[in-house]
Nanobody
Framework: VQLVESGGGLVQPGGSLRLSCAASGFTFSSYPMRWYRQAPGKERELVAGITSAGGSTNYADSMKGRFTISRDNAKNMVYLQMNSLKPEDTAVYYC?????????WGKGTLVTVSS
């Protein structure tokens, strides 16, 4: 299993970023996917999840209405569109899949929200 995140960077408050995660090594279309994040000095937290076919999504309360998770099963990609970014969104964002009780993670992509 390999997960490779991209798309992070420095953005001003109120700005937008789109994160991407390229997945390989497993049958992507069969598994729900999730985005997590970890801010400096804090525990990793769930950001959003999407079912295997993409028909259902869920979000942490603080991201609802600002973030949108999506996937393209033909390309083995999962995305996180982040709008109205706030300084408290600064974190390393990780793509995640759980298979047979084992969690797999990418190396993460850093998002910094600052003026």
């Amino acid at each position: 299993v390999q997960l490779v995140e991209s798309g992070g960077g420095l953005v001003q408050p109120g700005g937008s970023l789109r994160l991407s995660c390229a997945a390989s090594g497993f049958t992507f279309s069969s598994y729900p996917m999730r985005w997590y994040r970890q801010a400096p000095g804090k525990e990793r937290e769930l950001v959003a999840g999407i079912t295997s076919a993409g028909g259902s999504t869920n979000y942490a309360d603080s991201m609802k209405g600002r973030f949108t998770i999506s996937r393209d099963n033909a390309k083995n990609m999962v995305y996180l569109q982040m709008n109205s970014l706030k300084p408290e969104d600064t974190a390393v964002y990780y793509c995640n899949v759980a298979r047979y009780g084992i969690h797999y993670w990418g190396k993460g992509t850093l998002v910094t929200v600052s003026s």
